[in-house]
């Protein structure tokens, strides 16, 4: 062959495995009766996409009964303000004794922090029953499900399904320092690792058209695990 001046290209080879940048372990919050699963195991599913449906009628009748306090005690709470003011109107026209006027205010506060304590109840309740709903906090693929319909869960039941981000996703690999150090000075003129082209080669052989960007650290000690979020 005749000799020619061609551009070589200096590349570097890593073995390297892919994980997930996101992977959450589906859990209940509250003992229920499993009602229903609303998707197909293996499949993706999107970001507040209803998972599993818990029994709610029980939550939603605790919320219905702290609602129903709450209504008692403002009655009550309105009774003490009525009376408070007149005992007020009495005590200025020394009609009325000091202690009277003393009962009713004390009365009309311990009504007020039963009605702020009352709320405090349903707020909890209200939260309970929202648990009861089991939702996608993010986009993913869910894994095969733990338990079926009609089983009760709870938070000592474990993990329920796990989800799985697909997209980007980390390749990490290793490299050694005296290679790190090498590419660090070889890319310094370069703008540094950031001008690095990373490709990612498939089992098979084949490249893979997903682009990938370099998350390799100035100074790393030996052998440190490099990432690379991978999207596409």
């Not at 570097?12 to 009602?35: N, Y």
């Given at each position: 062959?005749r000799?020619?001046?061609?551009?070589?290209?200096?590349?570097?080879?890593?073995?390297?495995?892919?994980?997930?940048?996101?992977?959450?372990a589906?859990?209940?919050?509250?003992?229920?009766?499993?009602?229903?699963r609303?998707?197909?195991?293996?499949?993706?599913?999107?970001?507040?996409?209803?998972?599993?449906?818990?029994?709610?009628?029980?939550?939603?009748?605790?919320?219905?009964?702290?609602?129903?306090?709450?209504?008692?005690?403002?009655?009550?709470h309105?009774?003490a303000?009525?009376?408070?003011?007149?005992?007020?109107?009495?005590?200025?026209?020394?009609?009325?004794?000091?202690?009277?006027?003393?009962?009713?205010?004390?009365?009309?506060?311990?009504?007020?922090?039963?009605?702020?304590?009352a709320?405090a109840?349903?707020?909890?309740?209200?939260?309970?029953?929202?648990y009861?709903?089991?939702?996608?906090?993010?986009?993913?693929?869910?894994?095969?499900?733990?338990?079926?319909?009609?089983?009760v869960?709870?938070?000592?039941?474990?993990?329920?399904?796990?989800?799985?981000?697909?997209?980007?996703m980390?390749?990490?690999?290793?490299?050694?320092?005296?290679?790190?150090?090498?590419?660090?000075n070889?890319?310094?003129?370069?703008?540094?690792?950031g001008?690095?082209?990373i490709?990612?080669?498939?089992?098979?052989?084949?490249?893979?058209?997903?682009?990938?960007?370099?998350?390799?650290?100035?100074?790393?000690?030996?052998?440190?695990?490099?990432?690379?979020?991978?999207?596409?």
């Amino acid at each position: 062959m005749r000799a020619e001046r061609q551009q070589i290209i200096q590349t570097d080879e890593f073995i390297g495995r892919i994980q997930a940048v996101g992977r959450v372990a589906l859990v209940a919050r509250v003992t229920a009766f499993l009602e229903k699963r609303l998707f197909v195991e293996g499949s993706e599913v999107k970001r507040f996409d209803l998972l599993y449906l818990l029994e709610q009628p029980p939550f939603q009748a605790q919320v219905d009964a702290n609602k129903a306090t709450i209504e008692q005690l403002e009655a009550q709470h309105r009774n003490a303000e009525q009376a408070l003011e007149r005992a007020q109107a009495l005590l200025k026209t020394q009609a009325g004794p000091q202690s009277t006027a003393d009962s009713a205010l004390a009365a009309e506060r311990a009504l007020a922090a039963q009605i702020a304590g009352a709320q405090a109840q349903l707020q909890i309740s209200e939260i309970n029953l929202g648990y009861t709903e089991i939702r996608a906090p993010i986009d993913g693929k869910i894994s095969s499900t733990a338990v079926t319909e009609g089983n009760v869960v709870s938070p000592t039941s474990g993990t329920l399904a796990t989800l799985v981000s697909q997209d980007p996703m980390y390749v990490i690999f290793s490299v050694a320092q005296r290679t790190g150090i090498d590419l660090r000075n070889r890319y310094a003129a370069k703008g540094g690792f950031g001008a690095v082209v990373i490709k990612l080669r498939l089992p098979d052989g084949q490249l893979s058209n997903r682009t990938a960007k370099s998350n390799m650290p100035r100074r790393r000690s030996p052998r440190t695990p490099t990432r690379s979020p991978c999207a596409g």
